[in-house]
């Protein structure tokens, strides 16, 4: 039976194709947290990842995090071929 099962839109979440989103990214090991923009295709650029891990950790050799600095369960995979990151 075809679209017995759709889900409904949830009310208040309009994401739009061509709208930029903000997430915000912590670290709990430094206690810090930042926000960064995300491409409406939902890839940053590795400026934004490295920015974003200064911010976070800013220590030369620290290994608490990944490439984009944020702890526990970054939501930032990549690099892409292209140099990009992906949001999950
Ligand atoms: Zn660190």
Same mark, same amino acid.
């Given at each position: 039976?075809?679209?017995?099962?759709?889900?409904?839109?949830?009310?208040?979440?309009?994401?739009?194709?061509?709208?930029?989103?903000?997430?915000?990214?912590?670290?709990?090991?430094?206690?810090?947290?930042?926000?960064?923009?995300?491409?409406?295709?939902? =890839?940053? !650029?590795?400026?934004?990842? $490295? &920015?974003?891990?200064?911010?976070?950790? /800013?220590?030369?050799?620290? =290994?608490? !995090?990944?490439?984009?600095? $944020? &702890?526990?369960?970054?939501?930032?995979? /990549?690099?892409?071929?292209?140099?990009?990151?992906?949001?999950?």
């Amino acid at each position: 039976m075809p679209g017995r099962h759709s889900e409904p839109a949830l009310p208040g979440v309009a994401e739009t194709e061509d709208t930029v989103k903000t997430i915000e990214l912590r670290n709990d090991f430094h206690n810090t947290h930042t926000r960064i923009r995300v491409r409406p295709d939902g =890839t940053v !650029s590795a400026r934004v990842v $490295s &920015r974003a891990r200064r911010t976070l950790c /800013g220590c030369n050799g620290c =290994t608490c !995090s990944g490439a984009d600095g $944020s &702890r526990p369960g970054s939501r930032i995979v /990549g690099p892409t071929p292209s140099g990009d990151f992906l949001v999950l």
